[in-house]
T-cell receptor, first 116, second 113 residues
């Protein structure tokens, strides 16, 4: 079974609009972390935002916020006021547990295109 | 501060050859992880090393091996290359192996002909 599901292969948004990228996850571990990374065409994975399973508030980092709904097992990324430079692949990833190896499990990604 | 660096940037090999990929973590980071990203998919975990010890291994054959050096840099070795090994190989570093955010390097794009 897929541990991380990103159901939107591609998204097209007008510049300056807000965009929500969907991510659902599956785990039975009570301790986990959820990450979003951005991958431009150059290939480098850029860390955007992190949400821990015990965090009470939704994470925010500048224009990025994470809409964390624990009961629904969803961790959607919201980008406010999108910019042309936001065009890239976006990956949701999960780390399970607090000990041992930090193995990140990634979704298939969503390709975001910002139109001028 | 410099980020994670990887070398080489691109590499072309033929089937059956072996390859060594190199990674230098962010200064102060002691944990290095390796991921394989096949075109059109998300990265898949290969190895994690911390303080020169293997902390975890993904579902990859024994042709894949890695090591970490005293300066925390790391090498990924792949023997008997197959066409299916063509991928972007990403290295990530973190302060500690279990709970910290992993920061990725630019990757090495390996093409096997």
């Amino acid at each position: 079974a897929q541990k991380i599901t990103q159901t939107q292969p591609g998204m097209f948004v007008q510049e300056k609009e807000a965009v929500t990228l969907d991510c659902t996850y599956d785990t039975s571990d009570p301790s986990y972390g959820l990450f979003w990374y951005k991958q431009p065409s150059s290939g480098e994975m850029i860390f955007l935002i992190y949400q821990g399973s015990y965090d009470q508030q939704n994470a925010t980092e500048g224009r990025y916020s994470l809409n964390f709904q624990k009961a629904r097992k969803s961790a959607n990324l919201v980008i406010s006021a999108s910019q042309l430079g936001d065009s890239a692949m976006y990956f949701c990833a999960m780390r399970e547990g607090l000990s041992g190896a930090q193995k990140l499990v990634f979704g298939q990604g969503t390709r975001l295109t910002i139109n001028p | 501060d410099a980020g994670v660096t990887q070398s080489p940037t691109h590499l072309i090999k033929t089937r059956g050859q072996h390859v060594t990929l190199r990674c230098s973590p962010i200064s102060g980071h002691k944990s290095v992880s390796w991921y394989q990203q096949v075109l059109g998919q998300g990265p898949q975990f290969i190895f994690q090393y911390y303080e020169k010890e293997e902390r975890g291994r993904g579902n990859f054959p024994d042709r894949f091996s890695a090591r970490q050096f005293p300066n925390y840099s790391s090498e990924l070795n792949v023997n008997a290359l197959l066409l299916g090994d063509s991928a972007l190989y990403l290295c990530a570093s973190s302060l500690l192996p279990s709970t910290d955010t992993q920061y990725f390097g630019p990757g090495t794009r390996l093409t096997v002909l």
